[in-house]
């Protein structure tokens, strides 16, 4: 089977709420640039009906996650203005495949990032602000039985994110010690710190500026940047209330219906 046909199984298992099985059975185990050209295939069909891109999400930022999946560094998937969610909304849980909730910092760019080989001090002086955010994450592959070529073709299993009200500048709040608490239904289900996002989120977000940088489609002014778990990621089931904070820069709410 072909890229596209591959992209296509992809794309009819998200349009259908229908989860596929793996797809790495087409790829080599480790083919990461055949599955970001899947990836971009399917972006590329969602823009051309319509969607619009408004930034970028960074996955298996956990040391943890990446031994588990064999790899020695994150993956980004593509995020689409319809993907965010308002906060303290609730919407059907329909909307969502296999979903579960991870609690992150989001970062918004005041500037380009397109010199060669961005450093962490050219990545703070970047960010405008940063926010609380939960991303829903979810698989259009049945089960999650992925590996690395799956979860980056599909986007980086990516699903929703909400993002808090609170703009918060980077040297108001700590970005690697502050804190974080997720509760589902008012029990906590998750806590960590920027320590699980690489050691520090923001050493994410050089990552990804300089990949972005070597794919020849650098990071730019005003994207949304999902920097990474904080903490354990939690199973999202209908009618479920999340709520969550990070100390410094407040919380983030929402529910699922039936």
């Given at each position: 089977?072909?890229?596209?046909?591959?992209?296509?199984?992809?794309?009819?298992?998200?349009?259908?709420?229908?989860?596929?099985?793996?797809?790495?059975t087409?790829?080599?185990?480790?083919?990461?640039?055949?599955?970001?050209?899947?990836?971009?295939?399917n972006?590329?069909?969602?823009?051309?009906?319509?969607?619009?891109?408004?930034?970028?999400?960074?996955?298996?930022?956990?040391?943890?996650?990446?031994?588990?999946?064999?790899?020695?560094?994150?993956?980004?998937?593509?995020?689409?203005?319809?993907m965010?969610?308002?906060?303290?909304?609730s919407?059907?849980?329909?909307?969502?495949?296999?979903?579960?909730?991870?609690?992150?910092?989001?970062?918004?760019?005041?500037?380009?990032?397109?010199?060669a080989?961005?450093?962490?001090?050219?990545?703070?002086?970047?960010?405008?602000?940063?926010?609380?955010a939960?991303?829903?994450v979810?698989?259009?592959?049945?089960?999650w039985?992925?590996?690395?070529?799956?979860?980056?073709?599909?986007n980086?299993s990516?699903?929703?994110?909400?993002?808090?009200?609170?703009?918060?500048?980077?040297?108001?709040f700590?970005?690697?010690?502050?804190?974080?608490?997720?509760?589902?239904?008012?029990?906590?289900?998750?806590?960590?710190?920027g320590?699980?996002?690489?050691?520090?989120?923001?050493?994410?977000?050089?990552?990804?500026?300089?990949t972005?940088?070597?794919?020849?489609?650098?990071l730019?002014?005003?994207?949304?940047?999902?920097?990474?778990?904080?903490?354990?990621?939690?199973?999202?089931?209908?009618?479920?209330?999340?709520?969550?904070?990070?100390?410094?820069?407040?919380?983030?709410?929402?529910?699922?219906?039936a």
């Open positions: 089977m072909d890229i596209t046909a591959i992209a296509e199984q992809l794309f009819n298992a998200e349009k259908n709420k229908t989860a596929c099985a793996p797809i790495r087409y790829l080599e185990e480790k083919d990461l640039a055949s599955a970001y050209k899947i990836q971009q295939l972006i590329d069909k969602k823009v051309a009906q319509g969607a619009k891109t408004v930034g970028k999400k960074i996955g298996l930022t956990s040391f943890k996650v990446q031994e588990q999946l064999g790899v020695d560094q994150p993956d980004f998937g593509i995020l689409l203005a319809t965010q969610l308002q906060n303290k909304s919407f059907p849980y329909s909307l969502l495949m296999q979903p579960k909730a991870e609690t992150e910092i989001a970062f918004v760019l005041k500037e380009d990032l397109t010199a080989k961005p450093t962490l001090e050219d990545i703070k002086n970047a960010i405008d602000y940063a926010v609380i939960v991303e829903i979810g698989s259009r592959i049945e089960n039985n992925i590996s690395i070529t799956d979860t980056i073709a599909d980086a990516s699903s929703h994110f909400i993002l808090g009200d609170k703009k918060v500048s980077l040297d108001s700590d970005v690697i010690n502050s804190p974080m608490e997720m509760h589902i239904n008012n029990q906590l289900v998750s806590t960590g710190d320590t699980s996002c690489l050691g520090n989120p923001l050493e994410a977000v050089v990552w990804l500026a300089n972005m940088i070597a794919l020849g489609n650098p730019k002014k005003g994207e949304i940047i999902l920097s990474g778990a904080l903490g354990p990621m939690a199973n999202l089931n209908p009618k479920d209330t999340v709520k969550a904070s990070i100390k410094g820069l407040g919380e983030v709410s929402f529910s699922t219906s």
